[in-house]
């Protein structure tokens, strides 16, 4: 069947609202879970039954968000207990927490017995998340946040994200430029903790890549005419644009400074279908990266037999393979308590804990089906599912980010034009 909705479209949207919001993360991470669950051995302590619970935590017009994510998770259980669940016991759905506050729905699935937790959708939820559950020694694997301070949040090792973090895709934007035929680019960024972040990413992949980074420029959204200026002032051969809010006025701006068309690479949160709302021609040979794969066809079809109504695949794949890892993870504990599956999760991801430099020991497998039947030939795994790669470091961050890339128009829409995978060693 074909595509339910364009990638773009729900992309775009769900990550400049959402998953990488720019809120300030208390970074002094959780009291109450010690050392680091990830690559500490663990004794069996479960009690049978592998929960698994859910915090939803879109409200208002990001509301549709929870629709997909439910689907996955429902989706992914029903498959696993078709073919005996965990243990020979169907592994547990646990019914969705009220509300939508993180803290409180996490409290609610401790009470509930979750020994893993999917979710929150919002990077500036996740710290609530994380401190509530880690207390409890509750696995939390978020399928959408990408702020770049998770990665050294102190969560007792009890935190994983599917998402890779907003500073990915810097080696892809540099790549792009470079591939265009640039030896110089200009960064333009929105002053906020996502363009910081993303803009001095660019800037370090860029001089590995042997580009000169000729000018940064910051904007506030509404104001983005100096940092045009600044940019056009220094003459680059491409100009990457990182933003997330008023992305539309900045590249007016850079318009009318001279800086259009092919010259112009624009971030994940900056990519939108602009249509009418530039001039002609403004973004036509453009290129901008979208995070994550194209859903197969086969994967939507199975999700829409789950929700005929949904109508919007975000974070769908990486709710999957969370779910499908932390049975798996399970599998090869033998147990189904929150620790054990922390333990185990890098593992069963084809990950290289610790700063290892060794390649993972574990036989590739694309389905959850496949990979419990080389765990039962007491065999290691490394699950590369709806997603694609995962292979989680010490700190639960994924080691490769697949991106979509896309061309804009003459009529400033842009379509799918390739994909890109950005890696980085385990640390």
Known sequence: MPPVLGVAAFRAAAFRAVAGSAAVLTLAGCSGAAGNARLESADASGDGTLRIGLILDSAGEQEFLNDSQLAAATLAVKEINAVGGH??????????????????????????????????????????????????RVTLISPANTAAGL???????????????????????????????????????????????????????????????????????????KAAADAQAAKPDSVVLIARDDAQGAIAELNNAGLSGKKIVLSDGAFAQYGSGLGSKALDGARAVVPGVLPSADFQARLIAVNPALKDLSFAAETYDAVNLAVLAAAAAQDDAGRSIAANLIAV????????????????????????????????????GESGPVAFDANGDITTANFMVFTYGADNKASLSGREAAGRAAG
Not at 101 to 121: N, R, S
Not at 353 to 375: E, I, N, R
């Open 87 to 136: 243990k020979g016991r169907p592994v547990e759905l646990l019914p969705r927490p009220s509300g939508t506050d993180p803290a409180a729905q996490a409290e609610e699935l401790v009470g509930a017995k979750a020994d893993v937790v999917i979710g929150p959708t919002d990077s500036s939820h996740a710290a609530a998340a994380i401190d509530a559950l880690a207390r409890a």
């Open 349 to 384: 991801s084809g990950g290289v804990a610790g700063g290892q430099s060794a390649a993972p020991s574990g036989k590739p497998c694309l389905s959850f089906t496949d990979c419990q039947g080389v765990l039962k030939t007491g065999a290691g795994i490394n699950y590369d």
């Open 151 to 225: 990665s050294g949040y102190k969560s007792g090792g009890y935190y994983f994200r599917t998402a890779a973090a907003d500073v990915a895709q810097a080696s892809v934007l540099v790549k792009l430029a470079k591939d265009g035929g640039a030896k110089s680019l200009a960064v333009v960024h929105q002053d906020s903790a996502y363009g910081k972040d993303v803009a001095a990413a660019v800037a370090g992949a860029a001089k590995d890549a042997g580009l000169d980074t000729v000018a940064t420029a910051g904007f506030k959204p509404g104001d983005a005419r």
